[in-house]
């Protein structure tokens, strides 16, 4: 892995289609995907290969059985995104964190994390007070592409291709 790039962990994920999403995301910008058991779809399902198309040879992939595990192997300290976090936007992550950690689609991250990392949570905002939250695999797009941004010093000139 390029020491540049980073970690993006999706914390038992349900919906294979947003997973299939993110690991294409994750491959086309050399990161690793972690993935924290369980997850609500098998590693096999179509559902999760057709959005990934075939790039699936480039994702780097890890299975955890928990974020513990996930840390300790790493060695990362984690960021937690959620739209239950109303402290700090995803702006304001540190450039030096590289473990991105997001919750499943409909009950986010478990209560433990919370009280272990209270104070490693970040939020997208939302325009619309109507609006919850965005779909997962945008919300990895966004603070993945930002984050990336931010910490390889791109200007508005540089191109990545």
């Known amino acids: 892995m390029k020491k540049n790039h ?19 995301l994750v491959a086309a910008t050399q990161c690793r995907l972690h993935i924290v058991e369980p997850t609500g779809f098998g590693l096999t399902d179509k559902n999760l290969r057709r959005p990934g198309l075939d790039y699936w040879p480039f994702l780097d992939l890890e299975i955890h059985k928990n974020l ?4 300790k192997n790493t060695g990362e300290k984690p960021v937690f995104l959620s739209k239950k976090s109303k402290a700090k936007p995803y702006t304001q992550i540190p450039k030096d964190r590289n473990l991105l950690v997001f919750g499943n689609e409909t009950s986010g991250l478990p209560q433990h994390i919370w009280e272990e990392y209270p104070d490693d949570f970040y939020y997208i905002p939302m325009f619309h007070e109507g609006v919850r939250s965005l779909n997962l695999a945008n919300a990895v797009s966004v603070v993945l592409y930002h984050h990336l941004w931010r910490r390889l010093g791109w200007d508005q ?3 990545i291709d």
């Open 6 to 24: 980073l970690h993006i962990c999706l914390h038992a994920p349900e919906i294979p289609q947003n997973t299939g999403n993110i690991g294409r």
């Open 68 to 71: 513990a595990a996930l840390v």
């Open 157 to 159: 000139d540089t191109r």
